[in-house]
């Protein structure tokens, strides 16, 4: 199995946020949509999404559950400009939604507030991944509903390049390399296991969920 290689933590380059947001992620955000209903349903109270990127996934989960209040946090203000962008096409969910700028650890967010935490492609962006895991510990009421999906790391760069082509076919370049990176610096399932033994998070569990995606899930 090769070792991490870390890439930068966030995304604040103006030409990777804008090819970011105009990417087409219908088929694993759709994804991530269904598993929040099979995994967590309606949640009892506000949602975090961490690390939502340009908020697709935010504003998904905003039409699907009308009565509840969902924010997302990220560190780049180039993505979250997306995020407002969009949001702002949508005025009926503005009283419910609000996009946040903060890093991990250490963003400015209440604690014991939210029913169910998210978050999509995050995880391996973190040169510490403690950093997700006790930021949820933090913030998380007791019992709330946990959510993480993220690559998990191949076993050598030919099979994450055999990702990247059958994945990635047709996108722009500077996707193309920042999804074979972000496979090269991807968790494997048994290290995010050991990441929740150590962060005291007996209730949550690892699962694999496609040929590239791991899923972590459970209550706090
Ligand atoms: C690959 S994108 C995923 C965006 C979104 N969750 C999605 O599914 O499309 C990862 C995002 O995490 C953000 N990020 C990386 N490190 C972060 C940190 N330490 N704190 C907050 N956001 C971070 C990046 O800026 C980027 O927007």
Redesign the pocket.
């Known amino acids: 199995m090769m070792e991490r290689i870390t890439e930068p ?4 380059g103006a030409d990777q946020a804008a090819a ?1 947001a105009g990417a087409d ?1 219908e088929e694993p ?1 759709s994804h991530f949509i269904q598993l929040f209903a099979e995994y967590v349903g309606a949640p009892s109270g506000p949602v975090l ?6 908020g ?2 935010v504003l998904r989960l905003a039409r699907q559950y009308p009565e509840v209040a969902i924010h997302g ?4 203000d180039t ?1 979250l400009a997306f995020a407002r962008e969009a949001l702002a096409a949508e005025p009926e969910l503005q009283p419910r939604v609000e996009f946040v700028l ?3 650890p250490g ?1 400015a967010l209440p604690a014991d507030a939210y029913a169910a935490v998210t ?4 995880l391996h ?2 040169h510490d991944p403690m ?1 997700l895991w006790q930021t949820i510990r933090a913030v998380a009421q007791p019992g709330a509903a946990v959510l993480v999906m993220d690559l998990f790391r191949p076993a050598d760069r030919a099979a994450a390049a055999r990702i990247v082509d059958a994945y990635g076919a047709g996108e722009p370049e500077i996707l193309r390399t920042d999804f074979f990176n ?1 496979l090269l610096a991807a968790f494997t399932p048994d290290e995010v296991q050991e990441q929740l033994r150590a962060a005291g998070l007996p209730g949550l569990k690892v699962a694999v969920v496609s040929d590239r995606h791991l899923l972590v899930h459970g209550r706090v």
Not at 119 to 122: I, V
């Open positions: 933590e966030l995304m604040d970011y992620f955000n999404d961490v690390g939502c990127g340009p697709d996934i946090l990220d560190g780049a993505m903060g890093t991990v963003a978050s999509n492609s995050l962006h973190l950093a972000s």
